[in-house]
């Protein structure tokens, strides 16, 4: 397995792999741990165009699911919260 092939390996033994999307190289996934007492939301995102890639913690399913459809702006949204907490 090629080393840029990370994500088939995760979603192919993930119990809670959620959601796939790809377009114009993006690809999106969308994790939900359901095994614990509360929800654990994951939206990992790669820009194969750039070879970027990063992962976003949602904290409720509405912003998961935000995430995994408009992930730029739930970064963007992410990093500013960042900011001004650290």
Request: charged fraction near 25%.
């Amino acid at each position: 397995m090629a080393t840029s092939d990370w994500r088939y390996e995760q979603m192919s033994t993930a119990d809670n792999h959620f959601g796939h999307r790809e377009s114009a190289g993006i690809v999106v996934d969308l994790f939900w741990d359901r095994g614990r007492l509360d929800d654990v939301f994951r939206v990992e995102v790669e820009d194969k165009r750039h070879g970027a890639r990063f992962v976003l913690h949602p904290t409720t399913g509405s912003e998961a699911i935000q995430a995994f459809h408009h992930p730029f702006s739930a970064a963007r949204t992410a990093l500013s919260r960042t900011a001004w907490t650290a």
